[in-house]
C-alpha cells in the first residue's frame, strides 16, 4: 500500500494563511520559480529543502537541499529530520509554516486562523491574546517577554520562539555610513582560529543553578534531550550527542516531545548543555565545595566520608541519605569500594585526581570549551516526610585547581565556592612546618613528603575568587558557613591535652554547645601552629567551626609501587561525618535538627 493511500501532508503559512498540500515527492521548497512550494525572502535560496521518501524505510523526512540553507524545525535548526504522522513548525527565511500528516488535514485547515496569535511565557499556564502577528511582535518587544515565550496562530498545536519571530520580522540593521577600519576575519578563519568559540544561548540569571557549570537559568530555559536516534548531532557538544532543544510540545504526563514525538526523559542546561540530574526541578539543590591543597587527601575524605554520613544520619536523624545520580556518581562510588573493599593497602591506595583527568568532563561554558569537575549528588529526605528534602552537591576537586593563578575563564574548574551553601576547608597538618615540629611522632611516612606550606595562601586565594564572582567588597565577609577541617587528627590530638572531645550528636540531635566547645579547643591550637590559616578563615566567613577530622584512623604506609596507602583492615575514620552534619543543620535545619544554638 502506498505511502499517501494512509495519510496525507499538508503545510499552512501562518503569515499569509495560505495552503499548500503535498500531492508528490520530493516536494521542493525554495525560491526557484519550478518548485512545488515557492517562498519569498533573500534568506530562501533556489531548492531550499523538500519533503523526500527515505528508501530504507519508505518514511517521509525533510530534508536540505541547499548547504547555505537554514531550517529551524520545531524551534531547531536542522539537516534531516525523519517525520512521523503529527504536527510540526517549520522557519524558512522569514516564513512560518505549519507541516502536518494525517487524515483529515480540511478540519485541521479550516480550525487555523493566521489572523489571530496568541502567546505563553515560560512557566505560565494561561495563553495571551489574540492579535495579528504584527500587534503581537509590538506589544511583546515592548513588554520586554522572555525569548523562550511560545507563540502560535489559533487553531494550531505547534508554534515558534517569539526570539525567533522577532529576528525574522525585525527590520534589517542599518549600515554603517563609512566602512570599518579595522579587518573583520571571514566566518571560516574565525572556526579555524578558535574552534572553542561560540555563541552563548542565554545569560546567566534566573533562579536555578547548574550543578555541573554553576550558571544560572529558569525553569523555560531548560532544555531537553532528544529521544530518537536521527536526532543526533547537538550544534554545540557535536554530532554524537543527543540534539538538545527547548520543548514546544508535551505529551499527557507532562514530559516533552521530540521531533518524533518521542517523550524525553532527560533535561539539560542551557549554557553547559550537560543533562541535569533525576528530580532537578523538584528539590533545592546545596554545593558542598571541599577546597584544600594538593595531597592534602580531599579524594579519601571525600570517600570515606560518603560510606559514614548516609550511616550517620539515618541512624541518629532518620533522615535517608540516598544516591541521586548512579550513573554521575559512578566514579566516587568505586573510589569509595576500592577503599572499603581493599584487603592490603596497594589495593587500597587511590589515585591522585589529576587535573582534567576522570574527574572532570569539557563543556561549553560562557563561550568556550572548558573542564568542569564533575558533580556527584545525593538526595536527602526524611525517613517519613519525603517532601521535605534537598539535594546536596560535591566535587572532588585537583588541588591544583584551588592555586593562586589556576583560576581564569579558561580554567574555572574550583568557581563552585561562589555558588556552594557550605565550603568545607581542609587543612593538612604535615604540611605545615609548625605541626611538623610539634607532632607526638616523628615516624609517620607522611613526613616524608617535601614541604610546601601555602594553606593560607589558599584561603586568601579562595576569598577573592568568591568576593570578585559575588561582586563584594574587598572588607566584605560572605555568610556561608566555613568548615575548617583540620584533617589527619589520629596524628595530633594528642596536642589538644588529655581530656577526650565530646560527641556532639546525642538525642537525635546536633548540640550546638558541644559543638562550640570542640571548636575552640581546635582553633586554640590553630592559633598557635597556623595562626594566619584561623585570620584568613575568619575574615572570609562570618560562621566559620574548627573540626578534627581523620579519615583513616591511623598513620598510613608506604607500599611497594611507590606512594602510600591505608591499611584497609586498621581503618577507623574520626569524626569525619559531623562538618556535612553541621552544614545540614545550617542549610536545612527541618532535616538536622539543633539544640544550644
Not at 89 to 114: C, E, M, N, Q, V
Not at 490 to 514: F, K, Q, R, T
Request: charge should be negative.
Amino acid at each position: 500500500m502506498g505511502f499517501f493511500s494512509k495519510e496525507r501532508w499538508a503545510l499552512f503559512d501562518c503569515v499569509t494563511g495560505s495552503w499548500s498540500s503535498v500531492e508528490k515527492l520530493p516536494f521542493e521548497i525554495g525560491n526557484a520559480t519550478d518548485v512545488d512550494l515557492r517562498l519569498e525572502g533573500k534568506e530562501v535560496t533556489d531548492r531550499h529543502c523538500a519533503l523526500v521518501r527515505l528508501q530504507e524505510n519508505k518514511r517521509l523526512a525533510l530534508v536540505k537541499r541547499d548547504q547555505s540553507a537554514r531550517v529551524i524545525f520545531n524551534g531547531t535548526p536542522q539537516e534531516a529530520v525523519e517525520l512521523a504522522e503529527g504536527e510540526y513548525s517549520l522557519i524558512i527565511g522569514s516564513s512560518f509554516l505549519l507541516l502536518r500528516g494525517g487524515k483529515d488535514l480540511d478540519t485541521w485547515r479550516d480550525g487555523l486562523a493566521a489572523d489571530q496569535w496568541y502567546m505563553q511565557q515560560p512557566g505560565m499556564d494561561n495563553w495571551e491574546g489574540p492579535w495579528p502577528l504584527t500587534e503581537l511582535c509590538q506589544f511583546s518587544r515592548e513588554a520586554n517577554y522572555p525569548p523562550g515565550t511560545i507563540a502560535m496562530p489559533g487553531g494550531a498545536n505547534m508554534g515558534f520562539f517569539l526570539e525567533q519571530i522577532l529576528a525574522a520580522t525585525s527590520p534589517p540593521t542599518p549600515q554603517l555610513s563609512a566602512p570599518c577600519d579595522f579587518p573583520v576575519p571571514a566566518p571560516e578563519k574565525l572556526a579555524e582560529a578558535d574552534t572553542n568559540i561560540f555563541v552563548s544561548p542565554v545569560e546567566s540569571s534566573g533562579e536555578l543553578t547548574c550543578p555541573t557549570c554553576w550558571l544560572h537559568f529558569d525553569t523555560g530555559e531548560i532544555m531537553h534531550v532528544a529521544v530518537h536516534d536521527s536526532l543526533r548531532g547537538d550544534p554545540i557538544l557535536g554530532a554524537e550527542a543527543p540534539l538538545r532543544f527547548q520543548a514546544t510540545q508535551f505529551n499527557n504526563l507532562g514530559q516533552a516531545l521530540d521531533a518524533f514525538r518521542l517523550p524525553c526523559t532527560d533535561m539539560a542546561c542551557p549554557h553547559c548543555r550537560r543533562v541535569l540530574p533525576p528530580g532537578f526541578l523538584h528539590a533545592p539543590h546545596h554545593i558542598f565545595s571541599i577546597v584544600g591543597d594538593a595531597a592534602s587527601g580531599k579524594s579519601y575524605y571525600l570517600s570515606v566520608l560518603i560510606k559514614l554520613l548516609p550511616e550517620r544520619l539515618y541512624k541518629d536523624f532518620k533522615v535517608v541519605f540516598q544516591d541521586a545520580d548512579p550513573a554521575g556518581n559512578a566514579l566516587l562510588n568505586e573510589m569509595k569500594n576500592t577503599l572499603f573493599n581493599a584487603s592490603t593497602p596497594e589495593q587500597a591506595m587511590l589515585a591522585k585526581t589529576n587535573l582534567e583527568g576522570a574527574m572532570y568532563e569539557r563543556l561549553p561554558r560562557y563561550g568556550r570549551t572548558v573542564a568542569l569537575p564533575k558533580p556527584f549528588i545525593y538526595a536527602t529526605s526524611l525517613v517519613h516526610d519525603s517532601h521535605n528534602r534537598c539535594a546536596v552537591i560535591f566535587y572532588d576537586n585537583a588541588g591544583e585547581h584551588f592555586q593562586p593563578g589556576r583560576d581564569s575563564a579558561n580554567s574555572p574548574g574550583a568557581q563552585h565556592v561562589a555558588s556552594s551553601s557550605g565550603i568545607f576547608y581542609l587543612f593538612d597538618p604535615f604540611n605545615s612546618s609548625e605541626f611538623r615540629q610539634r607532632l607526638p611522632t616523628q615516624d609517620d611516612p607522611q613526613l616524608e613528603h617535601p614541604l610546601q606550606d601555602q594553606q593560607d595562601v589558599l584561603l586568601s586565594e579562595m576569598r577573592v575568587r568568591v568576593q570578585r564572582l559575588r561582586n563584594l567588597r574587598a572588607d566584605e565577609r560572605v555568610a556561608t558557613p566555613l568548615a575548617v577541617l583540620v584533617g589527619k587528627c589520629d596524628a595530633w590530638l594528642p596536642l589538644l591535652g588529655s581530656e577526650p572531645l565530646s560527641n556532639p550528636i546525642a538525642n537525635g540531635a546536633l548540640d550546638y554547645a558541644v559543638l562550640r566547645q570542640n571548636s575552640e579547643r581546635v582553633r586554640e591550637l590553630m592559633k598557635e601552629l597556623a595562626p594566619m590559616v584561623v585570620a584568613n578563615a575568619e575574615s572570609f566567613s562570618s560562621n566559620v567551626v574548627y573540626f578534627p577530622v581523620s579519615a583513616f584512623g591511623h598513620a598510613p604506609t608506604k607500599i611497594a609501587a611507590g606512594g602510600i596507602a591505608p591499611n584497609p583492615r586498621l581503618l577507623k575514620p574520626i569524626m569525619v561525618e559531623i562538618p556535612s552534619i553541621w552544614l545540614l543543620s545550617q542549610v536545612v535545619p527541618n532535616l538536622v535538627p539543633a539544640v544550644n544554638a
